[in-house]
């Protein structure tokens, strides 16, 4: 029998442009396992280049990426945090171009932990020309999926690691998938380097989550698609808060902005966010297992219940909640009693993101795989020119 990807035939899929994105959702969970390998083999390395600077209370560590890879370090700089007791920003790479005096500290020495896809964004390279420009002591660490691109190459710099992680996560597709994921998993662990062996059931774990999204409700969330509704809000708590995030932009641009998409925290929702939720609103909402942080997100989605009435809610939860109502509970663990570490549960929670967003733009007969008709986006942003650093600026 021919093996089908997300319910497809290779034939169908490229019929309806779609191959890549759909092998690059379905094929996360064994790229998990070989990131974790590949993290935990290259240990030592890691280490040495780290500890100095993870055990500085000086050192000015900076999470930066363009689009998704932005997303990556507004999911991990809370888990960095906490598990290495050291002040992290994440500062989009379009954000240091234009401002580099706001963000970039001359007289403190400087981790820049740079997040790509393909490494040639122009943004992303012009973000550390400028911090090697404007920073005396400066340290790059370059987490990348493409080993031709142009970040990957500069690994030769002066105090600079470059971490190429295993080639199933350069996407072909236009939307980031493995990639995102991939990446948001080395840098977990990265923040965890030194308890990594620790880890093996959490990983097992992870992938047993991925696959059982995209085996037992893969369909579920295709029949879903099928509902009339042109906005999305997604909600998440704390590190959920990133994974909700990029599932915004995931289903924005595979559906070629038809759906127009929203993310908040569950408390942010409230302040006057909610105001966008109306019959033709996808809600999405990313539980945390944390049982103090999930007293105050089913406080809003009983108050949403009463109040608002969106066209269908999808609850992600990794233990079964039965005081939430919710149109489609997607439950994780199927024992309540062993439970991931919950700093790897953006990883998981993204799919759900990509596969509402691959399925909806099926359903509207757009190309996952190039889905923007008039070249809005691409695979790679273009047309932006990277300008000199004025030596009047006032920035």
Request: charged share 20%; proline share 4%; glycine share 6%.
């Amino acid at each position: 029998m021919e093996k089908t990807h997300l319910g497809y035939t290779k034939d169908r899929l490229t019929e309806f442009g779609a191959q890549f994105t759909a092998v690059e959702i379905e094929q996360q969970p064994e790229l998990w396992l070989k990131t974790y390998s590949q993290i935990l083999n290259s240990r030592p390395q890691i280490i040495n280049f780290m500890e100095r600077l993870i055990n500085s209370n000086n050192t000015d560590i900076i999470f930066t990426g363009a689009g998704t890879s932005a997303f990556i370090g507004n999911s991990l700089r809370g888990i960095f945090n906490k598990n290495n007791n050291n002040v992290t920003r994440a500062i989009a790479t379009t954000d240091i171009v234009t401002h580099p005096h706001y963000f970039l500290n001359r007289e403190k020495p400087t981790l820049l932990v740079s997040f790509a896809r393909s490494g040639d964004s122009p943004e992303s390279i012009a973000a550390v020309q400028l911090a090697d420009q404007l920073c005396k002591s400066l340290f790059h660490l370059i987490i990348t999926c493409n080993a031709d691109g142009k970040l990957a190459k500069s690994a030769n710099k002066k105090n600079t690691m470059v971490i190429v992680l295993p080639p199933e996560a350069n996407d072909k597709g236009l939307a980031m998938t493995s990639s995102f994921t991939s990446m948001l998993l080395a840098g977990i662990l990265i923040s965890k380097i030194k308890h990594l062996e620790a880890l093996e059931n959490d990983i097992e774990l992870l992938t047993n989550y991925g696959q059982k999204i995209i085996t037992q409700y893969a369909e579920d969330l295709r029949k879903t698609c099928e509902l009339p509704f042109n906005r999305a809000v997604f909600l998440g708590s704390g590190p959920l808060l990133g994974c909700a995030e990029e599932c915004h932009l995931k289903l924005q641009e595979l559906t070629d902005g038809y759906v127009v998409s929203k993310f908040d925290s569950f408390l942010g929702f409230r302040h006057g966010p909610k105001a966008v939720i109306n019959p033709s609103t996808l809600m999405s909402y990313f539980f945390s297992s944390d049982q103090y942080v999930y007293q105050y997100e089913r406080d809003l989605l009983l108050a949403i219940n009463e109040k608002e009435k969106s066209i269908f809610s999808i609850g992600v939860m990794e233990k079964d909640h039965e005081d939430i109502d919710v149109n489609l509970r997607i439950v994780l663990s199927a024992n309540n009693n062993e439970l991931i570490d919950p700093d790897l549960l953006p990883v998981v929670n993204t799919l759900i993101g990509q596969l509402t967003g691959f399925y909806k733009s099926l359903h509207l007969g757009l190309k996952p795989d190039n889905p923007s008709a008039r070249g809005a986006i691409t695979r790679v942003v273009q047309g932006v020119k990277i300008y000199p650093l004025m030596n009047n600026s006032r920035q």
